[in-house]
Structures are given as C-alpha cells and as structure tokens.
C-alpha cells in the first residue's frame, strides 16, 4: 500500500491557475498556510462527528506526538511497520525530519485508513468546498491582500 490519503495540490501553483499570480510569494505563502489550517480544521471536524471518545483518544496520541503511545500502538497494530514499503518510500522522502514527526504522521494516516476508510473522500470534497468558496471571494481576498 502507497499513501493511505491522497495528497491535494495546495501550492502556488494552484493559487495562480485560480486568479492569484499578482500576489507576491509572501502573499502566496500566507494565504496557502491559511487555506491548510482552515483546511485541517474542518477535515478534522467531519472526521470526528460521531467518533466516541475512545478513538478520539487513541488517534490524540499521534496529533499530540505522544511518543510512549504512539509505541504502543504500533507494537499492537503495525509491529512491523519499519519493514513497509510505504514507511521505507516515506523516510526515504523526507531526509533528516524529525523521528517523531514522522512516526505521527505515519501513523495518524494508517490510524485514519482503519477506522475512517472514508478520509479519502472527505478530505477531497471538503478541498474542493474550500476551493469553490476562495474562488467566489478571489476579488474580496485579492483586495484584501494587496490593500495591506
């Protein structure tokens, strides 16, 4: 298995090709870093709906980069998780990060795959919402930005 969670393009490139090449790359920066948070909250509040707080606590062991709990979660559900592929192609991919980071990462998105399968689809189409409202407000945000 690849990654358990497609990634979207959120990068520059995707603001010019939406009517946002006159920002600067500042600009640009700003905006993607605000676009990811609002992205990441809202992902994160429709995956969490109806979740008990039992899951809800053992997938805070990866956000919160819990160490002693993401160990001991991987020694029940992925003992051989340094043996994968995809957690081979992932360090492989990100020379010198954090072990922690990754193992966070790593794992959150392994976690989500079992008990959210979902996450695909809702990550995609709470994307695709972000994207439709930054568009009808493209001249109100372009304002904005460049009356600053």
């Given at each position: 298995?690849?990654?358990?969670?497609?990634?979207?393009?959120?990068?520059?490139?995707?603001?010019?090709?939406?009517?946002?090449?006159?920002?600067?790359?500042?600009?640009?920066?700003?905006l993607?870093?605000?676009?990811?948070?609002?992205?990441?909250?809202?992902?994160?509040?429709?995956?969490?709906?109806?979740?008990?707080?039992?899951?809800l606590?053992?997938?805070?062991?990866?956000?919160?980069?819990?160490?002693?709990?993401?160990?001991?979660?991987?020694?029940?559900?992925?003992?051989?998780?340094?043996?994968?592929?995809?957690?081979?192609?992932?360090?492989l991919?990100?020379?010198?990060?954090?072990?922690?980071?990754?193992?966070?990462?790593?794992?959150?998105?392994?976690?989500?795959?079992?008990?959210?399968?979902?996450?695909?689809?809702?990550?995609?189409?709470?994307?695709?919402?972000?994207?439709?409202?930054?568009?009808?407000?493209?001249?109100?945000?372009?304002?904005?930005?460049?009356?600053?």
């Amino acid at each position: 298995m690849t990654s358990p969670t497609p990634l979207l393009p959120l990068d520059e490139a995707l603001l010019d090709g939406l009517g946002f090449s006159c920002l600067s790359s500042a600009d640009k920066t700003d905006l993607l870093r605000l676009l990811y948070d609002e992205l990441e909250q809202r992902v994160g509040e429709k995956l969490t709906e109806g979740m008990p707080d039992s899951e809800l606590e053992e997938f805070d062991a990866f956000t919160s980069m819990d160490l002693v709990r993401m160990a001991r979660w991987f020694d029940q559900y992925m003992p051989d998780f340094q043996q994968r592929d995809d957690w081979r192609v992932l360090v492989l991919q990100n020379p010198g990060a954090d072990p922690t980071s990754m193992l966070s990462l790593y794992g959150s998105q392994h976690w989500l795959f079992q008990h959210r399968p979902d996450t695909a689809q809702i990550t995609k189409e709470t994307y695709d919402k972000l994207l439709e409202e930054l568009v009808a407000h493209k001249d109100e945000l372009l304002q904005e930005i460049l009356n600053r």
